[in-house]
């Protein structure tokens, strides 16, 4: 029996994974201008990420934390056991498991959607099976063979970001980033379609922070309404990003404004979801946007 085959026999009819986030965005559309966008919290169970290494590092931490942004608002977590950082180590599979699987295990029950953040398909497939709904691959379904047909066989939902490298890339775009985006966006949609991921459960990420200059990130966040052109809601992840920084010389601690002003932009503009380490403070914030939205706020991007 092909791969494939034996993938999709997985998925119980009636009961698919990514069930729950297709209602979700959909509840978001109906909402019209008025639909908040959706809280996404970040557990990064790592050692060494960009922004919060080691501080949520072990399996009781990790659910705490996750718990923690749950009370505050979070809809989704976002569960990753891998840094992102432009030169991290990269983590073998098993000690990527061995990272997510309990944290995801211990906050299946919270009534929270879960993401697994992971490049490998068999990280996602065993997050999965763990019960988590979403797939959120940095390398936009192009990295790794079989991620996208792993995420349809569960009838997961699947985030494809923008990226230009393994990890980003020290060096911007060539050119106008949201043709890049669009560009790679469409390899990423033909891959899922092909794998069989329902299109009601696919989102775009354009990948703020990964190969691109400040005034290229500055620049697709200014454009997001741009890349809705192709149907999908988009999920923005600024959240303490090197940019913010350097447009505001404030060091990590220290980026909560300007994160908040970026992902307040994103939502006036149409961005679906936010991806953020800081919830509580994001929720009110979010929450504003969507009324002043709907009170008349330009924008080019219909939810």
């Known amino acids: 029996m092909p791969a494939e085959t034996i993938h999709r026999a997985k998925q119980t009819p ?38 919060d290494g080691g501080r949520f590092a072990t399996t009781e931490g990790a659910i705490a934390q996750g718990c923690k942004l749950v009370e505050d608002g979070a809809a989704i977590l976002d569960i990753g056991g891998e840094s992102t950082r432009l030169h991290a180590d ?61 995420a349809a066989s569960y009838g997961a939902a699947v985030i494809a970001m923008h990226n230009p490298g393994l990890l980003g890339s020290a060096e911007p775009l060539p050119g106008d980033p949201v043709r890049h985006c669009l560009a790679y966006f469409e390899r990423s949609i033909g891959i899922a379609r092909r794998a069989g991921v329902a299109e009601d459960r696919i989102a775009l990420d354009p990948g703020f922070g990964f190969g691109k200059s400040v005034q290229q990130n500055l620049e697709l966040l200014a454009r997001l309404p741009e890349l809705a052109v192709l149907g999908f809601p988009l999920l923005v992840g600024t959240s303490r990003k090197s940019f913010i920084g350097k447009v505001t010389g404030r060091g990590l601690p220290d980026r909560l404004i300007g994160t908040l002003t970026a992902n307040v932009a994103a939502a006036l503009l149409g961005a679906a979801i936010v991806r953020v380490h800081d919830v509580e403070e994001h929720r009110d914030a979010i929450r504003m946007a969507a009324a002043i939205r709907a009170a008349g706020f330009p924008s080019g991007l219909s939810a």
């Open 14 to 51: 009636g009961h698919a994974r990514g069930d729950r986030f297709a209602e979700l965005l959909r509840a978001w559309r109906d909402g019209g201008r008025a639909s908040p966008a959706i809280i996404m919290g970040v557990v990064n169970v790592t050692p060494d990420s960009f922004s």
């Open 90 to 150: 990269p983590v073998a599979a098993d000690e990527e498991l061995r990272r997510v699987l309990p944290v995801i295990e211990g906050l299946r029950t919270t009534g929270a959607l879960i993401s697994v953040d992971t490049m490998k398909a068999s990280v996602a497939e065993a997050a999965l099976d763990a019960g988590a709904h979403i797939v959120n691959d940095i390398r936009g379904l192009q990295g790794v063979s079989g991620i996208a047909a792993v």
